[in-house]
DNA sequence: GCGGCCG
């Protein structure tokens, strides 16, 4: 079918289908098939009317920032939401709330970069945004459900190095359409990702390290969710920790600032050394 | 069986 990017025989008719689910909103109905080729996962949210039919295809890393925005929209006040873009690998999703006689809907459009721009419209619903809702609950169960169908064969083992290769642009997340966005992306970015659960980290390749400065510490582990692989940093002082969540496709910025802040405060930068960073053994904690 | 989306 069209859901591949890449040349060669097209034909994505032997994907094998992992889940399917339907959505009927007002008189439209979304199809949503998760599916699964050698090129990986991805999830085909369909919708279907009378006489046409428009397909997005959304990579499996990218089903729980979908999950996100449709929580955004579904909840957020009617005249409080912005336009969002979301950067998957090379496609990049548009979300713009639109308003006509017909009702609220949402548009999400497709681009990528040679290939005809997809649109699927939502109607947020008669009440409450229900629509919205509803959409956002089946992505839920998809978002679940494609966790699960991760685990099994997940020890340490190989799997990293093609996940690497799929979720190397993972976290670029959310970019704002309007200047006027309160929050710049990557705060958005770092505090959503924040909140996953640990219970959803995979594999951390048993490389964890530690620095001291004063009486913090603190810990950097290497771990991988649903959404691709990052970095935690965890600051541990006395009996709390925080952590931050930093996809891997951010960390040489935030190197690079890392890096510009060294640069201009080393003046008063005593003693920098890399003596005090060891390795732990990430089974101890 | 509406109807949006510069196709």
């Known amino acids: 079918m069209e859901g591949n990017s890449g040349g060669g025989g097209g034909s994505g008719g032997n994907d094998v289908e992992l889940l399917c689910k339907t959505l009927q909103v007002e008189h439209k109905l979304f199809y949503f098939d998760l599916k699964e080729n050698p090129r990986g996962r991805y999830l085909k949210i369909s919708e279907k009317t009378s006489a046409t039919r428009s397909t997005i295809i959304v990579p499996s890393n990218g089903i729980s920032w979908f999950l996100d925005l449709f929580n955004y929209y579904a909840n957020s006040d009617d005249q409080e939401v912005f336009s969002k ?61 494609s966790r699960l169908f991760v685990l099994p064969n997940q020890q340490n083992s190989e799997p990293s190095e093609h996940l690497v290769g799929l979720s190397d642009d993972v976290g670029a997340g959310f970019i704002s359409s309007h200047s006027s966005l309160p929050s710049p992306a990557t705060d958005l970015n770092v505090e959503r990702s924040a909140v996953l659960p640990p219970a959803e980290e995979i594999n951390n390749m048993g490389v964890s390290k530690m620095i001291r400065a004063d009486q913090k510490r603190f810990f950097f582990d290497l771990g991988s969710n649903n959404r691709g692989h990052f970095l935690r940093i965890s600051e541990v002082a006395g009996s709390d920790r925080s952590s931050i969540i930093l996809p891997l496709s951010g960390l040489k910025q935030f190197y690079e600032m890392l890096g510009h802040f060294v640069e201009i405060t080393k003046d008063r930068i005593e003693g920098m050394t890399s003596a005090n960073v060891r390795t732990v053994d990430p089974t101890q904690r």
């Open 85 to 145: 873009e979301l950067q998957l690998d090379t496609k990049v999703f548009y979300f713009d709330v639109g308003d006509n006689r017909r009702g609220r809907f949402l548009k999400i459009s497709e681009a990528s970069v040679s290939r005809n721009r997809s649109t699927i419209i939502v109607p947020a619903g008669s009440a409450r945004d229900e629509g919205w809702a509803a959409f956002r609950n089946i992505l839920a169960e998809i978002n679940e459900a």
